[in-house]
């Protein structure tokens, strides 16, 4: 049974739902007949806008494929995805482009840098490319949140891990996106580089009143956001609100326990 959580409608005023993203009965199979693996089954769930929400769960649970989804980086095989109030399910190719670029930043595992600009110039060009220019006040605060002053005319080989990957976050919030999607964004980061990133990213929340949407394994990574979902076999079984690390791996160790159980029962039915 999939977990829903209520969402507040704009009714006539015209303003922005407290939902930022929401999905409705989403399935996305891989595969047709006997091959056929269903890795978001019937998913009901509501991001909260201003929030910092974590996904996780066992590997092969759909975690990924429901943050891909939800961002419009993938499609659906049936059901609803809105973001705000645009159903990006029904978009076509180029206005689903233009609402990703226009409206959602990402952060991913690997930085994406581009090695012959400098870091201001890689914070840029997103917006460079979509023809806007960016707002100097809301830029210089960006890179003043995530510590980056006297490093924007260093191009990526000149940084450190850390560095790059601040850069990244910086990229990703400097157009104002209305959400930001992080896909394990410090897996490549030793420890204190990626306690550094997620304060960065807890700060954006905190103070710029961003939208953070992070799939991560690290429950010390989890323990940052305001709320946790859990995905087991592809539907959100649980849900945590203000999550410690301590209760974080006490909740994926039973789902550890509850995943193998589920195996071993549909072997024994075969």
């Keep these: 049974m999939s977990t829903a959580v209520s969402t507040s409608t704009t009714g006539g005023s015209g303003e922005r739902t407290a939902v930022a993203a929401r999905a409705r009965k ?41 943050m891909h989804c939800l961002a419009g980086l993938d499609t659906v095989t049936s059901g609803q995805i809105w973001l ?9 190719d180029k206005k689903l482009t233009r609402l990703r670029r226009d409206r959602v930043g990402f952060i991913f595992q690997a930085f994406n840098l581009i090695p012959t600009l400098d870091a201001l ?16 006040e809301w830029l210089d605060r960006i890179v003043a949140t995530v510590g980056l002053a006297d490093r ?35 897996g490549n980061l030793d420890s204190r580089a990626g ?11 905190d103070e710029l009143g961003r939208t953070i949407v992070m799939v991560t394994h690290d429950p010390i990574a989890a323990s940052y956001a305001d709320r946790v979902l859990f995905l087991a076999d592809g539907r ?5 609100a203000d999550p410690t690390t301590d209760k ?22 075969q």
Aim: hydrophobic share 40%; proline share 4%; net charge negative.
């Design 121 to 136: 110039e890689n914070i840029t060009l997103p917006m460079a490319i979509a023809g806007r220019k960016p707002d100097r």
């Design 26 to 66: 989403v399935v996305k199979a891989f595969g047709t007949g006997d091959t056929r693996v269903v890795a978001l089954d019937e998913v009901d769930v509501d991001i909260e806008r201003g929030q910092f929400t974590a996904i996780m769960g066992p590997s092969g649970s759909g975690k990924s494929t429901l």
């Design 152 to 186: 924007l005319h260093h191009r990526p080989a000149q940084l450190s891990g850390g560095q790059q990957q601040r850069v990244a976050v910086a990229r990703a919030l400097a157009s104002r996106p209305e959400i930001i999607f992080g896909d394990e964004p410090t």
């Design 236 to 240: 959100i079984v649980d849900e945590m």
């Design 84 to 92: 705000d109030e645009t159903e990006i399910t029904t978009l076509k």
């Design 248 to 269: 974080v791996i006490e909740r994926m160790r039973t789902l550890s326990v509850e995943d193998t159980s589920r195996t071993e029962a549909a072997g024994s039915e």
């Design 195 to 205: 306690a550094e990133v997620l304060g960065f990213l807890r700060q954006s929340v």
